[in-house]
């Protein structure tokens, strides 16, 4: 089973409230850029963010530590393929690349490590990726992002988790999702009037908090998926610590269910985390209550 630091890392929670319209985009962040001309309009209900923290200690389900590391590391050498093959094995001029090595520092990935797997991806024979489209238990709506090198393996396997675990293949689900760039940082001694603000001046849509693993309070700034740079620089020059940063498919509704289902939904997702092919399993569930 996935332990808490590994579902974590590669399904962060979502937002409760977007101000972007649904819809789907795979540009990565660019490193141009782009002032803003006018201020945004900041929307928070924290009603809406109960449910979130509910879900995700649900979610996370306990495991052997060494699995769990071992595991992480794994699903973040396949998301460091993927940006290799996307841009190239230069962080510096691979921005989708430099954020996912943060991503592995910041989870005590070694060095030597995060090293090898970039020069593994360089040299791994062509893999494709794709993404899958699904519902779960209590209709919530799922995004399966694989890379493989065997597409009929793949499809058969997730179908195969899918059909054992109270999930379907859907179309259409993409159009519920929206990809963004998130900006995390501890919010230990910003309140929420403050990151407004900052969100605010930084040229972000949203904000919103959420909790880690430790349950310790984390402040994410939303943004469009262009404009993820522009934001981070814009919060670091004013003081603000940035924990991490990257892109995500943030869902534009949300499905409420009960305790039974989310349980069912849980079990699913880590079935589909624990396949080899699969990268991350992005969500839209909410607890009910």
């Known amino acids: 089973m996935l332990g808490p630091a590994v579902l974590r890392t590669l399904r962060t929670p979502f937002p409760r409230t977007l101000t972007a319209a649904p819809g789907w985009s795979s540009a990565p962040a660019e490193s141009v850029l782009h002032p803003w001309s006018c201020v945004r309009t900041l929307l928070l209900n924290s009603a ?22 071992a595991k992480m590391f794994m699903k973040l050498g396949l998301m460091i ?18 954020h996912i090595v943060e991503q592995c520092r910041n989870n005590n990935m070694p060095k030597a490590s995060i090293e090898s797997a970039v020069k593994s991806a360089e040299k791994a024979k062509l893999a494709s990726q794709h993404t899958f489209e699904a519902r779960g238990p209590g209709g919530c709506l799922l995004l399966i992002e694989v890379l493989t ?21 859907s179309d259409g689900v993409h159009h519920s999702f929206s990809r963004k760039g998130v900006v995390t940082s501890a919010g230990k001694s910003i309140s929420m009037e403050q990151a407004l603000e900052l ?13 880690d693993e430790d349950e310790q309070r984390l402040l994410k700034f939303i943004c469009d998926a262009t404009q993820l740079n522009h934001v981070r620089a814009s919060l670091e020059s ?14 534009s509704t949300m499905s409420s269910l009960d305790q039974e289902q989310l349980s069912a939904a849980s079990t699913l997702i880590e079935a589909l985390s624990d396949c080899p092919d699969v990268v991350r399993v992005w969500d839209n569930i909410q607890a009910d209550g």
Not at 81 to 98: F, M, T, W
Not at 149 to 169: F, M, T, V, Y
Not at 238 to 251: A, F, R
């Open 48 to 69: 809406l963010c109960a449910g979130h923290n509910k879900w995700s200690k649900v979610k996370h389900i306990k495991g052997p530590k060494d699995e769990a590391r």
């Open 81 to 98: 393929r993927i940006a290799v093959k996307e841009g190239g094995s230069n962080p510096e001029l691979n921005i989708n690349l430099a």
């Open 149 to 169: 090198d065997n597409n009929a393996r793949s499809h058969q396997e997730i179908k195969r988790l899918l059909g054992k675990n109270g999930g379907a293949l």
């Open 199 to 211: 969100a605010i001046e930084a040229g972000a849509e949203d904000v919103h908090e959420s909790e």
């Open 238 to 251: 004013v003081g603000v610590q940035i924990s991490s940063s990257g892109l995500e498919c943030l869902p």
